[in-house]
T-cell receptor, first 115, second 109 residues
Framework: GAVVSQHPSRVICKSGTSVKIECRSLDFQATTMFWYRQFPKKSLMLMATSNEGSKATYEQGVEKDKFLINHASLTLSTLTVTSAHPEDSSFYIC???????????FGPGTRLTVT | GQNIDQPTEMTATEGAIVQINCTYQTSGFNGLFWYQQHAGEAPTFLSYNVLDGLEEKGRFSSFLSRSKGYSYLLLKELQMKDSASYLCAVSDSNYQLIWGAGTKLIIKP
């Protein structure tokens, strides 16, 4: 299957700082990428849908000014958590969608810890 | 509204067979996916069904009945490494994935 990379895999930051997470599709062009958050023992929660060259579509309850998403190319989307707080500590996972059968390929995830 | 239901947790014995059910109600249907997720890791793709019937892939099989809004994932010859969460997801009319909460499968020796 297709490969999606995510960087960094783990990050620890201080409260009030910003953190950028990169998601790359390595062997296909992804017009659509998705950002998920997952708390321990919970299912995936879709945060936003990112389309190349346009603004991201955020799910209800997700602050677009806090979680900045940029999808500048067909192989790269970034999520920036601005002014991070301890409650933002979570497992962030990106996925990239292929054209057929619209399967989503997941990155390995980024574990964010805000101290 | 859109809804995906699957059991929260199941327990099975090594070497046995287990069936994980998933029922769904969504606005449109463009296929059903099963993903496996080990603790602390991202989900990995297991299967995709868009037509009714059984798809077999090694020890894993997935079944779909669109008229009943029902799918199951069948795992045979269970191994300890199969202990994981299994996520059912339906692609709706906009090709967005609607996720179930996942079924935690515990394998006992």
């Amino acid at each position: 299957g297709a490969v999606v990379s995510q960087h960094p895999s783990r990050v620890i930051c201080k409260s009030g700082t910003s953190v950028k997470i990169e998601c790359r599709s390595l062997d296909f062009q992804a017009t659509t990428m998705f950002w998920y958050r997952q708390f321990p023992k919970k299912s995936l929660m879709l945060m936003a849908t990112s389309n190349e060259g346009s603004k991201a579509t955020y799910e209800q309850g997700v602050e677009k000014d806090k979680f900045l998403i940029n999808h500048a190319s067909l192989t790269l989307s970034t999520l920036t958590v601005t002014s991070a707080h301890p409650e933002d500590s979570s497992f962030y996972i990106c996925s990239a969608r292929d054209l057929e059968p619209y399967e989503q390929y997941f990155g390995p995830g980024t574990r964010l810890t805000v101290t | 509204g859109q809804n995906i239901d699957q059991p929260t947790e199941m327990t099975a014995t090594e070497g046995a067979i287990v069936q994980i059910n998933c029922t769904y109600q969504t606005s449109g249907f463009n296929g059903l996916f099963w993903y496996q997720q080990h603790a602390g890791e991202a989900p990995t793709f297991l299967s995709y069904n868009v037509l009714d019937g059984l798809e077999e892939k090694g020890r894993f099989s997935s079944f779909l009945s669109r008229s009943k809004g029902y799918s199951y994932l069948l795992l045979k010859e269970l191994q300890m490494k199969d202990s994981a969460s299994y996520l059912c997801a339906v692609s709706d009319s906009n090709y967005q994935l609607i996720w179930g909460a996942g079924t935690k499968l515990i394998i006992k020796p």
